[in-house]
């Protein structure tokens, strides 16, 4: 499951990030950036109502419709709730060693946050499927592609602050996908019930990762 997780991660391009919305809009806001073509979406654990929203997503959606995970998982009894609730993947802002071997003791992808060559080379040989290079808008491109010369081996996922401004830089320097919260998950327009904007912001996103991977 782990591989086939990280490989729809890939295949996708985006991972959508949802922070902070009103569980009661989990399933209409999935909806939307499944129909946007972004099929792979993560709840952050400090969004209240996280364990019921992740259960909601996995009953309602087929594997085949949405890879639902958690983000800001910060320890290890943290993952092992999400990934009971139904979380397929787990992402850290951080790297921690017991939860990277709570998600594999799962069979859960783990996608974990680093901010220097050694961290994300501890991580991977700690059994991190993926890392994600937080925050992205401090690193920049240039670190995703300095990263790549040594640890070309590990799949990067740069995060916070990624827009349609700079994500076809980051997956010129090398990224094998991004994370992307307020972007394309803009909890304005879902308090107002615009659902169509998020679906707009998928597929704005879904179509700057296909032009900068062409």
Request: avoid cysteine; hydrophobic fraction near 45%.
């Amino acid at each position: 499951m782990t591989a086939d997780i990280a490989q729809r991660v890939v295949e996708t391009g985006v991972v959508a990030i949802i922070r902070g919305t009103d569980p009661e809009t989990a399933i209409e806001t999935v909806d939307a950036l499944r129909r946007g073509g972004v099929d792979v979406v993560e709840v952050t654990a400090n969004t209240n109502g996280v364990l019921d929203m992740i259960r909601d997503v996995s009953s309602t959606f087929t594997a085949e419709e949405i890879t639902v995970g958690a983000g800001t998982v910060l320890d290890s009894e943290t993952a092992r709730a999400v990934l009971l609730a139904g979380a397929e993947f787990v992402v850290t802002p951080s790297f921690d060693a017991e939860t990277v071997e709570t998600a594999n003791r799962y069979g859960a992808t783990s996608i974990v946050g680093i901010a220097t060559p050694t961290e994300a080379l501890e991580a991977y040989t700690t059994g991190a499927d993926m890392v994600k290079v937080f925050p992205a808008s401090t690193h920049g491109p240039e670190f995703v592609s300095a990263l790549g010369g040594p640890l070309g081996h590990i799949p990067v996922v740069p995060t916070g602050g990624v827009s349609l401004d700079n994500v076809g830089a980051f997956f010129d320097a090398g990224a094998s996908a991004v994370g992307v919260g307020s972007s394309i998950v803009d909890n304005a327009a879902i308090a107002r019930g615009d659902y169509e904007a998020i679906t707009a912001n998928a597929r704005a996103f879904v179509d700057a990762v296909e032009t900068a991977r062409d």
